[in-house]
């Protein structure tokens, strides 16, 4: 399964109050990063996505969870099934990237996915 981990403060809270739905595209293909749902604990978050590839919609969420232990995880919703293809990848990759950007002295622990470089 596609993730990223991030060692560091993330703050979670700050990232929703300064969410904007945006538009990704690559070649005929659209991503859509819709919305952002902060638990009321402040620890998690779903970020609600649909891609549209090939004419196939797939809405899907990327749940971030970041337990007290200054590690944060990015990856698919497990209750989600998009199928793993290089862009639904590569929009896990690019909120790993926005975390990590977000987050002073974070570094990726671990991910099996190539990050965006800081732009």
């Given amino acids: 399964m596609p993730h990223v981990v991030i060692e560091g403060d993330v703050d979670l809270p700050a990232w929703a109050r300064e969410f904007a739905p945006r538009v990704l595209r690559s070649g005929s293909d659209l991503y859509k990063i819709e919305r952002f749902y902060l638990d009321t ?6 970020i609600e996505v649909l ?19 200054s590690t944060s995880t990015v990856r698919i919703d497990p209750l989600t099934h998009p199928d793993r293809s290089e862009g639904v990848k590569q929009i896990v990759a ?26």
């Avoid at 604990?41 to 779903?46: I, T």
């Avoid at 690019?94 to 732009?119: F, H, K, M, W, Y």
């Fill in 41 to 46: 604990g402040g620890r998690s978050a779903l």
């Fill in 51 to 69: 891609a549209i590839e090939a004419g196939r919609k797939q809405p899907f969420y990327v749940r971030v969870s970041s337990p007290e232990n």
């Fill in 94 to 119: 690019e909120i790993g990237a926005e975390l990590l950007r977000r987050t002073r002295g974070a570094r990726v622990s671990v991910t099996n996915l190539v990050l965006p470089s800081p732009e």
